[in-house]
Nanobody, 132 residues
Framework: QVQLVESGGGLVQAGGSLRLSCAAFRRTLSTFPIYSMGWFRQAPGKEREFVAAISGTGSTTYYTNSVRGRFTISRDNAKNTVFLQMNSLKPEDTAVYYC??????????????????????WGQGTQVTVSS
């Protein structure tokens, strides 16, 4: 089982930026590049929702409409790490952000928007708070 550890959360004013990181740890990490990775978030009293995902090679990215143009997902397979650059942050972006690994290796595409059920390994989350 892979262990995912997020970092980079914090408190920022509206309009500011944060960069989240998610590092994968496992006895053998040679399989990291064959899995898509995703970021999800959960605000108090709300369900966990999809934010962004990236294919194993990094060639394909997916975003929920509310963050497209403001957030950028990327990955460094040599360092077994995935990133989420968040710019122009808004108070409604406040949530706990989770990193996750797809259940299926070498997934070709998602049927619509990626779902929480598509992902099988989760980090512990990192809090992002955007003040107005």
């Amino acid at each position: 089982q892979v262990q995912l550890v997020e970092s980079g959360g914090g408190l920022v004013q509206a309009g500011g930026s944060l960069r989240l990181s998610c590092a994968a740890f496992r006895r053998t990490l040679s399989t990291f590049p064959i899995y898509s990775m995703g970021w999800f978030r959960q605000a108090p009293g709300k369900e966990r929702e999809f934010v962004a995902a990236i294919s194993g090679t990094g060639s394909t990215t997916y975003y929920t409409n509310s963050v497209r143009g403001r957030f950028t997902i990327s990955r460094d397979n040599a360092k077994n790490t995935v990133f989420l650059q968040m710019n122009s942050l808004k108070p409604e972006d406040t949530a706990v952000y989770y990193c996750a690994r797809d259940k299926i290796p070498l997934r070709q595409d998602y049927s619509g928007s990626p779902l929480t059920g598509d992902f099988g390994s989760w980090g512990q989350g990192t809090q992002v708070t955007v003040s107005s």
